[in-house]
């Protein structure tokens, strides 16, 4: 099956009615290679045929939605990141012993929430909030349980181990302490209102599919949500390369930073 740039632009257009997510805004080789697979798995002659499909149930849109999302995560994933984050960053924003809020941006099932939790409630007194938002509903419900697969737990430090997470045939789950700083809820990137006022952002590993006119327009949003002195952190093979212009700093690679009020530095990490 070959659809023509027409087909595409049909499919993208009555998806975007229905859900209010523009496919446009993804890269093109990469979101078709992915949709031509669903449409192949559900054994549809074109994509119209896939849509009408799709179109019949709200289950089989969750089905989609959940298929294009890119899952992969752990606890602490990259754990020397971590390490700046517990050593460096949070204690410059939360110095003066205010609480943080924070934002998991394509929070997937929880897993860089709760690892943003575990440090902020071991050593950092304070009122803290971590907000993760996905498009996946699916999982999100996962985030909300708090469960998470051996595989998930391999880069956890012992000392928050043994402390925030009980293991139960091969399954392990968050302690009850963490809830009350975590919220999870749904939203599209490209297209809901952000909320303003975050003191770190972090969407890491989400931008991949996207085109380089929405990121640079996510990035910009991102900049605006956060508070003076506030930091956006990226994936580690992930760059923002306008950072100057939409007015961050790079104080440490992949983090970026806002400018107080009235602050110019321009520092770039080497």
């Given at each position: 099956?070959?659809?023509?740039?027409?087909?595409?632009?049909?499919?993208?257009?009555?998806?975007?009615?229905?859900?209010?997510?523009?496919?446009?805004?993804?890269?093109?080789?990469?979101?078709?290679?992915?949709?031509?697979?669903?449409?192949?798995?559900?054994g549809c002659?074109?994509?119209?045929?896939?849509?009408?499909?799709?179109?019949?149930?709200?289950?089989?849109?969750?089905?989609?939605?959940?298929?294009?999302?890119i899952n992969v995560s752990e606890l602490f994933r990259n754990p020397e990141k971590w390490a700046e984050i517990e050593n460096r960053v949070l204690p410059e924003l939360l110095g003066k012993g205010k609480g943080l809020r924070a934002w998991s941006a394509g929070c997937s099932y929880g897993a860089e929430a709760h690892s943003l939790a575990m440090i902020l409630h071991a050593n950092f007194r304070g009122v803290h909030s971590v907000l993760g938002t996905d498009i996946d509903t699916a999982a999100l419900n996962q985030a909300r349980s708090g469960e998470f697969s051996d595989a998930d737990v391999r880069c956890v430090p012992d000392k928050y181990k043994r402390e925030y997470l009980r293991e139960s045939q091969g399954k392990w789950t968050a302690q009850p302490s963490l809830k009350g700083l975590l919220k999870f809820q749904r939203q599209n990137l490209l297209a809901d209102r952000f909320e303003q006022g975050f003191d770190l952002i972090m969407c890491r590993n989400v931008v991949i599919y996207f085109t380089d006119e929405a990121k640079d327009k996510l990035y910009q949003r991102f900049f605006d949500s956060l508070a003076p002195g506030g930091y956006l952190w990226v994936g580690s093979t992930e760059r923002v390369f306008k950072a100057q212009d939409l007015g961050f700093e790079t104080p440490l690679p992949f983090f970026y930073r806002k400018p107080l009020m009235g602050q110019k530095l321009w520092r770039t990490a080497s």
């Open positions: 099956m070959h659809p023509s740039p027409g087909d595409w632009n049909q499919f993208y257009s009555q998806f975007l009615r229905k859900t209010g997510i523009d496919l446009a805004l993804y890269k093109p080789s990469q979101l078709q290679r992915r949709i031509l697979s669903m449409v192949e798995q559900q002659k074109d994509l119209a045929a896939f849509y009408q499909w799709m179109n019949s149930t709200p289950a089989n849109v969750e089905w989609f939605l959940d298929k294009m999302a």
